[in-house]
């Protein structure tokens, strides 16, 4: 995160409520500090305001902090307020009964995915994500949707911000073959993660529109690669365009293609607006 010059302490936050969300044990002050660089005097205050707010709460005997129990109060308001969860949550729910698997949603938050809906399905399948989990966009078949459709000048500050981090043997960690993928997956319309994230299991994704055509979100099929066979990609792939089409359709999207999107001169800011 840059520090906007409108409000650090705003911003300071923000920035400590992320890099604790973002530590499974939770974190020090000085934890903290460091994981923003800025110094544990000013941000003193500030996690003791976050602490009083109930966003955070701090430990006695371990002097760590963890995300509070409003936050959780926050995060179902979000979930009652978007449109976009509400009509996962319709399009999920019969599809994960149909198929047993998991389905998942996800938006685009930098050279991350953030998880921000789960379907469990009948089957039993070891994801690695839960809602606000985040993982490295390329190594998903979620990021590889969100990615594939981004502007080019940012998908290439994107990936000039370091290496691509490999999950699994499998992972894409070459910018020039990751942007083979993402180009094959924009021109067929979703994208296939075969044991990327996890070596023993595929996901299938699409991508969900607003209603100006612009890729917001993507949601996926999760499914053990055990239960994979030809007949069973096909059928899976067909499902998840469905379902992110059906989505689409719920938040808006009358179906006008990019190239029209492009001659309609939406500007590129506008094709990243998480819902």
Request: net charge neutral; with cysteine.
């Amino acid at each position: 995160m840059t520090m906007p010059v409108q409000s650090p302490a705003v911003w300071r936050a923000v920035a400590s409520l992320d890099a604790v969300a973002r530590a499974s044990d939770g974190l020090t002050l000085s934890e903290v500090a460091r994981a923003i660089g800025e110094p544990k005097s000013t941000l003193h205050a500030v996690l003791a305001t976050l602490v009083e707010a109930g966003l955070l709460i701090r430990e006695e005997t371990s002097k760590r902090y963890r995300l509070g129990p409003h936050i959780l109060a926050l995060a179902g308001a979000y979930a009652r307020q978007s449109d976009l969860i509400r009509a996962f949550t319709e399009v999920a729910r019969p599809l994960a009964r149909e198929l047993g698997e998991t389905i998942q949603l996800a938006i685009l938050q930098g050279r991350e995915v953030l998880y921000i809906g789960k379907q469990e399905g009948t089957q039993w399948v070891r994801l690695a994500s839960e809602v606000g989990t985040r993982l490295p966009a390329h190594a998903t078949s979620l990021g590889k949707c969100l990615l594939a459709w981004l502007p080019e000048n940012e998908l290439g500050c994107l990936l000039a911000e370091g290496p691509l981090v490999a999950l699994t043997p499998r992972t894409i960690t070459d910018p020039d073959a990751l942007r083979a993928e993402l180009a094959q997956v924009r021109a067929q319309g979703f994208a296939i993660d075969r044991g990327e994230t996890l070596p023993d299991v595929w996901c299938f994704g699409a991508p969900v529109r607003d209603a100006h055509g612009v890729v917001v979100a993507a949601l996926s099929i999760s499914v053990p690669v055990t239960r994979i066979g030809v007949e069973r990609v096909e059928e899976l792939v067909r499902a998840a365009r469905a379902a992110a089409d059906e989505l689409s359709r719920q938040l808006g999207f009358s179906g006008v293609d990019d190239r029209v999107i492009d001659r309609m001169g939406i500007p590129s800011s506008r094709r990243r607006v998480a819902p």
